[in-house]
């Protein structure tokens, strides 16, 4: 209220994991008293992963996350999450080949644009590129629908999700382009992982991103 009365407008505001309907409901109402014209909202709809839901999950948290992406620039799912968001079932679509598969990813995302949301970018798509196991994340908003893949690293370290989504609002609100995010996120992500996987270090403890936070930079923001 005191923030209310100071006419107070952030840059941007960021939501990750949060725990409970109540929380999300408060998520909603702090975006809608001090989201200014200028302000940069990116959502993180932390619910699930691979198909299955996490133990806080309730439908009353998917009704706020469904509000919450609504009212955000960026809305950063990965695919157990997409399909939470929009009612599709997560083993159909799974079950999909690649093109199809991206096409329908598509159409599902469009669904979130046209209520509101202006970009989705889908985390965390399991593929194959001439013979080579990748790992992608899709952009798609009212202009386009663009694939950008890296090399699939293995294991399922803690906290990616998060250090990817924390790349991608604090360059939106720099001003950076979506799709050279993306790229400098992937590969912020990929050198973390891989030093993790040489250092022997337990997914449970993360990755040794530390040693490339100089990765992000504003110098180092270049498309390709």
């Not at 989201?35 to 009353?60: C, I, N, R, W």
Request: aromatic letters at 6%; proline letters at 3%; one cysteine or more.
């Amino acid at each position: 209220d005191e923030w209310q009365k100071m006419r107070f407008h952030p840059d941007g505001i960021y939501t990750g994991f949060l725990a409970d309907a109540l929380q999300a409901e408060k998520a909603v109402d702090f975006i809608q008293r001090f989201k200014s014209t200028e302000t940069k909202v990116l959502v993180d709809p932390v619910m699930g992963d691979d198909g299955v839901k996490y133990d806080m999950f309730t439908d009353g948290l998917l009704e706020k996350m469904k509000a919450l992406a609504c009212q955000a620039d960026v809305v950063t799912p990965n695919l157990t999450e997409l399909c939470l968001l929009t009612e599709a079932d997560y083993e159909t679509v799974c079950g999909l080949p690649g093109e199809l598969k991206i096409e329908v990813l598509h159409q599902m995302a469009d669904s979130l644009l046209q209520k509101g949301a202006k970009h989705i970018l889908v985390t965390g798509i399991h593929l194959v590129e001439n013979g080579e196991a990748k790992i992608g994340n899709l952009i798609i908003d009212q202009e386009q629908c663009e694939l950008i893949a890296f090399p699939y690293i293995g294991g399922s370290y803690s906290g990616t999700g998060d250090l990817f989504a924390s790349i991608i609002a604090g360059g939106v609100v720099r001003g950076d382009s979506l799709r050279d995010l993306c790229m400098l996120a992937g590969r912020f992500v990929e050198a973390a992982m891989r030093d993790s996987a040489v250092d022997q270090v337990e997914e449970v403890a993360g990755t040794e991103f530390e040693r490339h936070l100089g990765m992000l930079l504003p110098k180092n923001i270049t498309s390709g």
